[in-house]
């Protein structure tokens, strides 16, 4: 009875996270990301699936963000009409990002169209609307740490993974028939024990095979709590007057980011400045972290509001009228829009309004995948004098700060605590989820811990289950 993996995407970078698990002829995909990042990576959003979508038996997802869910659309658009399974979490957070995406493929095809700015006649979305209300209708949601079956000897169960809310491992039992039961374990996006808010990923007892990310595989994260690291650069910028322009993943990063200004204003370490939140997604995807309190820590930490993800004086900016507004108004203050990548959206008239002032900073605190701008700006913050936004060279004056304690993945010696909790380590290691030089250097720790030779994805693309 043979058990493969297949790695259809997340093999040599960040994004387009998509695993094929092959058991008794039918197949199951393991998230269904798009990719992100320079054109190179976003093309390959336009190829060919790799197999007829309507002969996979089901998806199953480990967290909403986009690079592990953004193709569904497109899979359900080519005839995809099996089920989606997730937590509940993931659901109402897929349900938002699915749509926001369709909606900015729509605007930039419709874009393309009237200015001609596109090789193709006429432009076409990736997806529509239409496609992401199918695959939101598809939908399945699940308890955590129930084994769920999916088919004659193969079950799965979701175990918490606390890099966002609802996000989770996915542990798949099979039946081998006379060689004996396996686990997998695919890690999806890996946690760490760092955020404010989220609880830190669950320890598994073992796992024959484990599919891991890699995103930090070659980085260290500070070990300074963020909170202190954010009050210094908050009080710096507000002490110039400034504004403090902070580029957040809507979903994940920005509730981090809200919870722990309120906090710190309750710890009377920041004065209390306006704070918006530039980001529609956002701002839903906070009414969303209010309904699972079981991801969270929220009332230890939090000393004393209705909602603790609103600062004192907080704004939302729902239109883009709004918007525009808030590029105009005199610092200081706090502006968090999205997206977290600078690949687009708002937070781009956001730079270019605050990048020529010297009293304003921006705030990098979540992974820049190579080929974005901004992990353009980051590499090259010291030495840039203009960015180049909506065509236009936009000089640079602000301050530029990277602060990684915001992460919400595990770093490499997170990821070896946690692979040591188990009894034994796993027979066999598959890194994914991370840029090239990150899986080796992961591999490398792996093997002098542990002994364990990993497979690499960007090197090895079939995995036979041993
Ligand atoms: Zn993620």
């Not at 997730?86 to 926001?100: E, F, K, R, S, Y």
């Not at 956002?282 to 969270?296: G, I, K």
């Not at 066999?428 to 030779?453: S, T, Y």
Request: proline share 6%; with cysteine; glycine share 8%.
């Amino acid at each position: 009875m043979p058990l493969n993996i297949q790695v259809l995407g997340a093999d040599d970078t960040v994004t387009g996270s998509r695993s094929l698990l092959t058991y008794q002829g039918r197949s199951w995909l393991i998230d269904c990301g798009l990719f992100q990042g320079d054109k190179a990576k976003r093309e390959r959003n336009w190829l060919p699936f790799s197999i007829q979508p309507s002969s996979l038996a089901g998806v199953l997802l480990t967290h909403a963000h986009l690079d592990h869910t953004g193709y569904l659309p497109r899979l359900c658009q080519q005839g995809f009409a099996g089920p989606i399974h997730a937590t509940q979490g993931t659901v109402d957070l897929t349900q938002i990002l699915l749509l926001d995406a369709a909606h900015l493929e729509e605007e930039a095809a419709a874009f393309a169209n009237r200015t001609h700015y596109s090789n193709h006649s006429p432009a076409e979305p990736l997806f529509t609307a239409a496609d992401a209300a199918l695959a939101n209708s598809r939908l399945v949601p699940h308890r955590r740490d129930q084994w769920i079956p999916l088919a004659e000897g193969l079950s799965f169960r979701l175990v918490r993974a606390g890099h966002i809310i609802g996000a989770s491992m996915i542990q798949i039992a099979a039946d081998l028939g006379d060689r004996g039961m396996r686990t997998l374990t695919f890690t999806g996006d890996l946690g760490n024990d760092r955020s404010h808010h989220l609880r830190p990923p669950e320890y598994i007892h073992g796992t024959d095979v484990l599919v891991l990310e890699s995103t930090y595989g070659d980085r260290l994260q500070p070990r300074e709590d963020g909170l202190v690291a954010l009050a210094e650069v908050v009080r710096r910028t507000m002490a110039r007057g400034g504004v403090l322009v902070i580029p957040a993943f809507a979903v994940g990063r920005a509730q981090e980011l809200t919870y722990m200004l309120r906090l710190l204003e309750d710890q009377g370490k920041i004065p209390a400045v306006p704070v918006i939140l530039d980001s529609p997604m956002a701002t839903a995807a906070m009414e969303v972290c209010l309904r699972h309190p079981e991801d969270q820590v929220l009332q230890s930490a939090f000393t004393g509001s209705a909602d603790p993800f609103r600062p004192r004086l907080f704004e939302v900016s729902q239109t883009v009228d709004e918007s525009m507004l808030s590029c105009m108004r005199d610092g200081p203050m706090i502006v968090i829009s999205a997206s977290g990548m600078l690949n687009g959206g708002r937070i781009l008239h956001h730079l270019k309004a605050r990048l020529p002032d010297p009293r304003s900073t921006v705030v990098f605190c979540g992974y820049q995948a190579e080929g974005t701008k901004g992990r353009f700006l980051q590499d090259h913050s010291a030495d840039l004098a203009t960015l180049r936004i909506h065509h236009v060279e936009v000089p640079i004056a602000a301050e530029i700060v990277t602060l990684d304690h915001l992460s919400s993945h595990a770093d490499y010696v997170d990821t070896l605590t946690w692979l040591s909790h188990m009894a034994q380590p796993p027979a066999q290691i598959v890194l994914n989820h991370g840029e090239p030089q990150a899986q080796r250097a992961l591999a490398a720790h792996i093997l002098q811990r542990f002994g364990v030779q990993a497979i690499l994805a960007c090197e090895a693309k079939h995995i036979v289950i041993q």
